[in-house]
């Protein structure tokens, strides 16, 4: 449930009127958000889960003012899908029964995406990106996403507990033992 409503929170945040209702959350923020929302659609394994990226994409593009911001909102994005992902398979994919159906009934499907980058949100709003771009170029549907995710992130496991069993031992002193040890030696 909780992942739920942070799914419609990130979705809320995609308007500009509902910008206002909340605290203006930052457009790095917003795409953290969104991030995180593909990644849940991606673990799950949703059907809508590629166009919800191209539509998630174009947003990162269209609503970011420089080409510094466009690259920190697409840093921000991936991270967010990362996150997402990686907290689906520590669960075993376990909430995907809840999250698939919330994920695929969502508004944003309901937004238009022009050939020019320009995005006509759910809510009628309509964001034109600093440049026309050709958003068919934006993403290319890959049908091995979800393999290649979960591979990247059991290789990263795999490094993570390579690099934890050859670390240095650090042994831990109890500083206060010393001072009792006369009342446990027999």
């Known amino acids: 449930m909780k992942k739920f409503l942070m799914c419609v929170a990130a979705l809320l945040f995609l308007s500009e009127s509902a910008n206002a209702s909340y605290n203006n959350p930052t457009y790095e923020e917003e795409m953290y958000l969104l991030g995180r929302v593909a990644g849940q659609g991606l673990a799950c394994k949703s059907q809508k889960y590629h166009q919800f990226e191209l539509l998630a994409r174009a947003l990162v593009v269209s609503k970011a003012a420089t080409n510094d911001m466009q690259a920190a909102g697409m840093l921000e994005f991936n991270n967010g899908k990362v996150t997402a992902f990686m907290e689906a398979e520590d669960n075993n994919f376990a909430d995907c029964s809840d999250i698939l159906p919330n994920f695929e009934?969502?508004?944003?499907?309901?937004?238009?995406?022009?050939?020019?980058?320009?995005?006509?949100?759910?809510?009628?709003?309509?964001?034109?990106?600093?440049?026309?771009?050709?958003?068919?170029?934006?993403?290319?549907?890959?049908?091995?996403?979800?393999?290649?995710?979960?591979?990247?992130?059991?290789?990263?496991?795999?490094?993570a507990q390579k690099n934890a069993q050859n670390a240095e031992k650090v042994p831990l002193i109890d500083a206060r033992y010393d001072a009792y040890a006369s009342q446990f030696s027999q």
């Open 105 to 159: 009934n969502q508004p944003i499907f309901k937004s238009v995406l022009y050939s020019d980058g320009r995005i006509k949100l759910f809510d009628g709003t309509i964001i034109t990106p600093r440049k026309p771009y050709n958003a068919a170029k934006l993403y290319v549907k890959d049908r091995e996403a979800f393999i290649k995710m979960d591979a990247a992130y059991k290789k990263y496991l795999a490094e």
